[in-house]
């Protein structure tokens, strides 16, 4: 089965510091890797993804995720946080070995992301 | 491209009335479509899988009886809340995934339904 984990359910950064939220994951093959953002009372928006190629994925906002399959991890990060990043992140994982139409992606728990001025 | 739209975006009703949320898929064809639903500070969890055409897939532990789910074509795909409790009140969120290429790959989220039950 496969399942994610999000170690941290709160993340506080000052402003204009490097920020990382921690996400690893437990695939049978290879994985499908997302982050998705959700502001108050809002749905989901995509950041960034990781099917193949370059570990490294650069996303929206100026956010980037390595993906570190000897650890199983794929964290998130930004070089200088912004307090409108302020929001709940989550990180997402669906397995190649079952990519049917109907396999859903399956979340961690989401961390909350709080910039402080 | 790849937008899903949903409405009502926020909904009051009293309890025991029934409530339909629509979710559409505005420039491609989803043949899949997931139904999650998120508490207050907690993650989407998963209520059901629907295919265009065919009665959808509930998990463990939720009520299709109570949660009543059509696909009726690529683009549109509805959830009944029958005879609504409060305990129902929730976030509801829908996504899709389409025929091939990268709307086959991803998941496109809607921006979700909030319901109140008085």
């Known amino acids: 089965a496969q399942s994610v984990a999000q170690p941290e359910d709160q993340v506080n950064v000052a402003e204009g510091n490097p920020l990382t939220v921690k996400c690893t994951y437990s695939?049978?093959?290879?994985?499908?890797l997302f982050w998705y953002v959700q502001y108050p009372n809002r749905g989901l928006q995509f950041l960034l993804k990781?099917?193949?190629?370059?570990?490294l994925v650069k996303g929206s906002y100026g956010f980037e995720a390595e993906f570190n399959k000897s650890q199983t991890s794929f964290h998130l990060k930004k070089p200088s946080a912004l307090v409108s990043d302020s929001a709940l992140y989550f990180c997402?994982?669906?397995?190649?070995?079952?990519?049917?139409?109907?396999?859903?992606?399956?979340f961690g728990k989401g961390t909350r992301l709080s910039v402080i001025a | 491209g790849a937008v899903v739209s949903q409405h009502p975006s926020r909904v009051i009703c009293k309890s025991g009335t029934s409530v339909k949320i629509e979710c559409r898929s505005l420039d491609f064809q989803a043949t899949t479509m997931f139904w999650y639903r998120q508490f207050p500070k907690q993650s989407l969890m998963l209520m059901a899988t629907?295919?265009?055409?065919?009665?959808?897939?509930?998990e463990q532990g939720v009520e299709k009886d109570k949660f009543l789910i059509n696909h009726a074509s690529l683009t549109l795909s509805t959830l009944t809340v029958t005879s609504a409790h409060p305990e129902d009140s929730s976030f509801y969120i829908c996504?899709?995934?389409?025929?091939?290429?990268?709307?086959?790959?991803?998941?496109?989220f809607g921006p979700g339904t909030r319901l109140t039950v008085l």
């Open positions: 996504s899709a995934r389409g025929l091939a290429g990268a709307s086959y790959n991803e998941q496109f």
């Open positions: 990781y099917i193949t190629g370059d570990n």
């Open positions: 695939v049978s093959g290879n994985p499908y």
């Open positions: 629907s295919n265009e055409g065919s009665k959808a897939t509930y």
């Open positions: 997402a994982v669906r397995d190649w070995a079952h990519n049917s139409g109907n396999t859903p992606l399956v």
